[in-house]
């Protein structure tokens, strides 16, 4: 379909404070009420967005070198295990690494109490941190141990580098067995007592780009507050999945993988998460600006929660076994009223990710480009819409 604007006419508005911006939100009932041939003449951005526990996130901390210098080999922050294996006083510090000595049985579900997600929480917070690190001694990096607090601010860098975010849909969870199951959707009552599940729904990012149209490598993105981009497909990507009539898929499918400067995130947009019996998490607020290029990216964007189905799987049995049974399939506006029936039975259903924290970064995000403080970017590569997401196959070594 031809282009009735381009990114650079959008930014140029953008740069002289006159773009048009609606979030996702709001973007349905302004089409409704003008038309789409009318509104795709005014509108410029529809800015979407999602907020909720993301496992592959993480963060890369320069602390600059010692006097003496010191090659770290092992390293905890707040007795958090970083990786090391980088170079002298570089780490990566993953969201659900757990906390040495933290409630860890697996034999008996714990509470988890603090983590990677959660050290992540309060370095933006600009809380001071200790950093214990061990090294074997060289002779140009003699220190052997050390032992330090810090802040944000004494760091060189602190870089967010999340391989898996944004999921463009994914499991809705419930538990058809008698004993309750400890999951990373919560915890998940006996007997199908309870459902739950964690999407913005039609606020999400992906949902309103079904098929990678306008966000790619190197798409900018409101990452918790600072201006990051998209560096590659996420990790467990997939182009090909199960859609609906309009196109938005019914499975788990698109993943982004994002990156920012920890040190202009917004504290309200990074939360470490705990979840009773599966381990630690982060709470990401993520923002995308969808340019209004043409009359089908438009349409795209006036996706609904009634028109966006999850599918429901069994946690204590298919989900584990990977057996791919779906019991059924969910619109989010049924999940969002709070209870839906599943196999003829009503179901208390609730939310790891939060609506009303998604609809506050679109918000903040239009605000930005209103200010003319957020240009939007063309994608360098358009993210793969042909490959399919593996699962490990266990096999024995071959000669």
């Known amino acids: 379909m031809k282009n009735i604007r381009t990114y650079e006419e959008i930014n140029a508005k953008i740069e002289s404070k006159k773009a048009v911006v609606l979030t996702a939100d709001e973007i349905m009932d302004y089409v409704d009420k003008k038309g789409l041939d009318q509104a795709v003449k ?17 963060c890369f901390l320069n602390f600059g070198h010692s006097r003496p210098k010191i090659k770290i080999t092992e390293a905890w ?4 295990l970083v990786y090391s294996g980088i170079a002298a006083v570089d780490v990566y510090l993953g969201a659900t690494q757990l906390r040495h000595n933290d409630p860890a049985n697996m034999d008996y579900p714990g509470d988890f109490t603090y983590g990677g997600g959660h050290v992540i929480e309060d370095l933006v917070a600009g809380k001071e941190l200790q950093l214990f690190a061990l090294s074997y001694g060289t002779d140009d990096y003699p220190l052997r141990e050390l032992r330090t607090y810090f802040t944000i601010d004494d760091l060189n860098q602190a870089i967010m580098v999340n391989p898996r975010n944004c999921y463009q849909n994914y499991n809705v969870a419930i538990n058809c067995s008698e004993k309750p199951v400890y999951s990373y959707l ?8 309870n459902l739950t599940y964690c999407s913005a729904g039609q606020l999400s990012p992906l949902l309103n780009d079904p098929f990678f149209e306008t966000i790619g490598v190197g798409t900018r993105v409101w990452l918790a507050g600072a201006q990051g981009h998209v560096y590659a497909e996420g990790t467990q990507h997939t182009g090909v999945a199960d859609r609906g009539d309009n196109g938005v898929p019914r499975e788990g499918s698109g993943t982004l993988a994002l990156t920012g400067d920890m040190k202009k995130m917004n504290k309200e947009f990074i939360r470490g998460v705990s979840l009773k019996g599966y381990g630690v998490s982060l709470a990401v607020g993520v923002g995308i600006p969808i340019p209004i290029l043409n009359k089908e990216i438009l349409k795209h964007t006036l996706v609904r929660d009634k028109d966006i189905y999850g599918p429901v799987i069994d946690y204590s049995y298919d989900y584990p076994q990977k057996t791919g049974k779906i019991l059924c399939h969910l619109s989010y506006e049924q999940l969002r009223s709070g209870e839906v029936t599943v196999l003829g039975r009503k179901v208390a259903v609730s939310s790891l990710s939060s609506y009303t924290k998604a609809l506050e970064a679109a918000n903040l995000l239009m605000d930005e480009i209103k200010r003319g403080e957020f240009l939007l970017s ?4 358009r993210l793969p819409v042909d490959i399919k997401c593996k699962s490990m196959i266990i096999k024995e070594k071959t000669e």
């Open 77 to 80: 922050i707040n007795d958090v």
């Open 378 to 381: 063309r994608p360098l590569q």
């Open 186 to 193: 919560g915890i998940l009552k006996p007997d199908m007592k």
């Open 42 to 58: 005014e509108v410029d951005i529809v800015t979407t967005a999602t907020f909720g526990p993301m496992c592959s996130s993480g």
